[in-house]
Every structure is written in structure tokens, then in C-alpha cells.
């Protein structure tokens, strides 16, 4: 009796909570004004004919298909989880596809799968800290999917000054409406370039690390630029 009430709950959050998901993401980003920074980055490397990786903090999930520069047809690694396929089906509302893993479930079939893409015209997105954290501390998967593609990785943060943060392990946010919320993408970081001397490859925890310090970069943008117009990041 438990197991068939449990599949029955099971079938309803995933049949029926996606489309409240993404109905509901549609209504904030039209009751928050939202604000674009660096989206030319995005752009330079799209004209030069390079796909890109987007990454972007675990926390920032929520609107962050509103801010992503991809509309539609983008690849996102989503972990194969209960959670994960809730957020893959919620991200199929939007337009986009979904590649399922993660660093603790199918991980490098995932990352595999992904770098078979690199030839398609499709951008490819990652949360380096999920599924499970540390917040904020990037793993070695997307510099691993740098290294294999040669696409460049764009980091994209997000910030609001209204909302709420859970006590969950990333510290997720919530947006509230009617705030101001902006998005802000990074510099590409390429893998090997201008790092080591040529003919040399980069060590990848230095990859990594210069991955992190942008991300984190990027980060600080964000929330700077609420600053500026008078406001506190969430």
C-alpha cells in the first residue's frame, strides 16, 4: 500500500509540478525587472562560429533560463536524481534539452555526451557545484568539458535584492517579484590559452582554478551592480 501511494505521489510531482515550475518562472521574470550585462561575450563567440559552455552557481537555478543567452536548443547537464528530473522536465517548457548525470551519478558518460556535441551548433550548460556542493566550489567536470570540446566556458551569475535563501546545502534562491534582478555574463575562459608557454598544456587544476576565480568574478559583478543602483544582493 505505501509503495502504490508513493508511486501515485511520484507521478503527480513529476507530471504535474514542471508545468507549475515553469508557469511560475514565466510570471516572476515578468513581475521582477530584469537586467542583462555581458551578453556580448555570448555574442563574439557565437559570430565566430564557437558553441560556448555556460556555468553558473547551483543557488542561481531558478531564473536562470530567463538570463541564459541560449533561448532555446541549449544541451544542460541535469543529475539523474528524483530533483534532477524535475528540473530536466521543467527545462523542456523552455525549449531546451537535457543531458542526464552528474559528479556522483553517470558523470563521465554525461561529460561524454556532451563532448560529442561539441560539433553541433548547440551551447552547452553546467552547475560546477551540483548536485550536491560544496557551494560554490567548482568541480572538475566542466574544465574537463572545456579541455575536450576547445569551447570556451562563459560564466553567468545572478542577483536580486528580493527573495529568500533555503538552508539548503547551495543556499537557494528563491526571487521574490517585484525586486530588480540582473544577470551578468563573464569573459570566455579558454583552456591553454595564454596560461602556459606555447607548445605546453595547462595543468588542469590551474584550469580550474582560474575557472573558479572567474566564476567568482562574475559573481561579485552581479551583485555590484544592484549596489550601484542602490540595492542588496539576496
Avoid at 5 to 16: M, Q, S
Avoid at 71 to 84: C, H, M, P, V
Avoid at 140 to 155: D, E, M, N, S
Wanted: glycine letters at 10%; a positive charge; charged letters at 25%.
Amino acid at each position: 500500500m505505501k509503495k502504490k501511494k508513493k508511486r501515485i505521489v511520484d507521478w503527480l510531482l513529476l507530471n504535474l509540478l514542471p508545468p507549475l515550475a515553469a508557469l511560475i518562472i514565466r510570471c516572476l521574470a515578468r513581475l521582477t525587472r530584469l537586467d542583462n550585462v555581458g551578453m556580448e561575450y555570448w555574442r563574439q563567440c557565437r559570430q565566430k562560429g564557437s558553441g560556448v559552455i555556460i556555468s553558473f552557481w547551483h543557488d542561481q537555478l531558478f531564473l536562470m533560463v530567463k538570463g541564459n543567452p541560449t533561448k532555446e536548443g541549449a544541451k544542460i547537464l541535469i543529475s539523474s536524481s528524483r530533483d534532477g528530473e524535475l528540473i530536466a522536465r521543467t527545462m523542456r517548457y523552455f525549449g531546451h534539452d537535457v543531458i542526464r548525470g552528474s559528479s556522483t551519478r553517470g558523470g563521465r558518460t554525461a561529460l561524454k555526451e556532451m563532448a560529442l556535441l561539441a560539433g553541433e551548433p548547440a551551447d552547452l550548460g553546467i552547475t560546477p557545484d551540483g548536485p550536491r556542493g560544496p557551494r560554490h566550489q567548482l568541480k572538475p567536470g566542466v574544465a574537463h568539458l572545456a579541455r575536450l570540446t576547445g569551447r570556451p566556458v562563459l560564466p553567468l551569475a545572478f542577483a536580486c535584492s528580493r527573495g529568500r535563501r533555503f538552508s539548503s546545502w547551495d543556499r537557494f534562491l528563491l526571487p521574490y517579484p517585484f525586486g530588480r534582478g540582473v544577470f551578468v555574463l563573464g569573459k570566455p575562459v579558454y583552456y591553454n590559452q595564454g596560461a602556459v608557454p606555447a607548445g605546453r598544456q595547462e595543468d588542469m587544476k590551474d584550469f580550474q582554478s582560474r575557472l573558479s576565480a572567474a566564476m567568482e568574478e562574475t559573481n561579485r559583478q552581479a551583485e555590484e551592480y544592484l549596489e550601484k543602483h542602490g540595492l542588496s544582493a539576496v
